[in-house]
């Protein structure tokens, strides 16, 4: 049976690289000027502005949580030659997803073909996590697109290439070690089961030769990180507040189990790509398509599992650590099963594209459409909505109430207190509680001699009648596994708090509300 493992010579690196940025850039162009949302602002950031202003891989204006500082690096570099602004760190961010989109395409079209290079690019830069990652500053889509420059390296038998790009990744973020650490099981399950095997086993387990040294370079870089945070700040994994959120409190076997069961869904469901991982179901039921050449060609079924590992690597390692279950984490992965699909579906199905035109639409619509549950707002435009409820509002606070004491919660505390962030143009003084659930404010209320204002506001997008929100024992592992809480009203926030609502605004299932205090001495007004 024919397979696909050394195509054509196929499309030039830097047409590619052109097309993805001039689309990505064209459909971000109204999004480069926005201000600093959530993480941007209370990490990556002003760990990027301290090393720009004093050269230090260590941040000082934010507690370190040990994360290699190649993606701050690149940003203190773009600052250092275009100025600092959102939009210089936006445009910076498009062209590293350009060069992530690039490193797709052309480990797609080393396994496949340009045709389904094509495809799978475009799907991915479409999908809305990728999408709306593409343009902020955090550090998986840059790590994700380093892992598809090693892949590439590792089906082409670049032993040097691999180790590098795998390197590289792995000083991009640290989770993507993931992916070498996965592949040297591979290579060492293959050598051990293929000389046992018939044909088939044969085909699935072919001995790729690769040296394990390969695989354990990266391994190396990333210690060599680490040992040099840990002799600068006596912690290797970052600050205690951190290792403990993302490591020793993920640790219950349940917990384990329900946050593995919700990477699942983020890898081969959400966002839509439950339709294109049904299509490809479906499609598996057909035959492989016959042409005059012979049967339509598929990915080398030995590369497929070795993508497979990869994925099933991410799958399990990050029900495993994690905090937050993000779906930016699985990054590096979601584009191999996209990768996958596509070419099941072209080899199985003759309509093929108008799947996936389906699905890319669909795509599309999940830009602006949040879905039925839950989620982060940075999968989608809804961080959009986000950014602007809090521009106007602290726009509104600063020019009202400029020497006013503001009670509030992350992240709004940072977007207050740091102008560089756009939101104020100077700092305000900031009383921080953690969340706006009712026993917080309770608390606040009974010091509020120390602040004159609060700045409440939904700290995640909840839909009007959530799925599964009369399923007590899920609502019941939510609040004990993954720190969930009901935000109450602005209304009820200002009852609680004694005061009156003097601003509201709603966007999309957002709010954001500011409270006056009885107590108030407003200047300048």
Known sequence: ????????????????????????????????????????????????RDLLLSGSL????????AHPPLVMAYLALWWKIAGYSPVTTRTAMLLAASFSLLGLFRLAEAVASTEIAGAATLCTALYPVFFTQSSLAHLDLVAAGLTFWGLHGYVKGWKWD????????????????????????????????????????????????????????????????????????GFVFGNPEFFHYNVEATLHPLRILLASLMRLWQTVGYFHLWLLTLATLFAMRCPPIREESGERQRIAPDVQFAMLTVIVAYVLAMGWVGGAVLARYMLPVVPLVILICVSTLRRRVRLWSGVLIIVTLMFVAGWFVNPPYGFAPEDNLAYRDYIRLHQHAEEFLEARYPMARVLTAWPASDELTRPYLGYVTRPMRVVRIENFMAEQLMSAADARSNFEVALVFSTKYEPGHPLLENWRLWQDWKTRFFRYHRDVSP?????ILGGHLVYTATRNGQWIGLIEMEQIIRVGR
Request: hydrophobic share 50%; charged share 10%; glycine share 6%.
């Open 1 to 48: 049976m024919k397979t696909a493992r050394h195509p054509s010579r196929g499309t030039h690196p830097v047409l590619i690289f052109v097309l993805s940025f001039a689309l990505l850039m064209g459909l971000h162009a109204p999004l480069l000027g926005l201000p600093y949302f959530w993480d941007e602002a209370g990490y990556y950031v002003p760990a990027a």
């Open 58 to 65: 260590i941040p000082h204006s934010t507690p370190s949580n």
């Open 162 to 233: 691999t180790a590098l790009w795998f390197s590289v990744a792995a000083l991009a973020k640290e989770t993507a070690i993931l992916a070498p650490l996965a592949l040297l099981a591979w290579e060492l399950l293959s050598q051990l089961v293929r000389p046992w095997g018939g044909n088939e086993w044969q085909l699935l387990f072919q001995r790729r030769g690769r040296n394990p040294a390969v695989f354990m370079v990266p391994l190396l870089s990333l210690t060599a990180w680490y040992t040099y945070h840990y002799l600068r700040t």
């Open 491 to 495: 209304a009820a926030a200002a009852e």
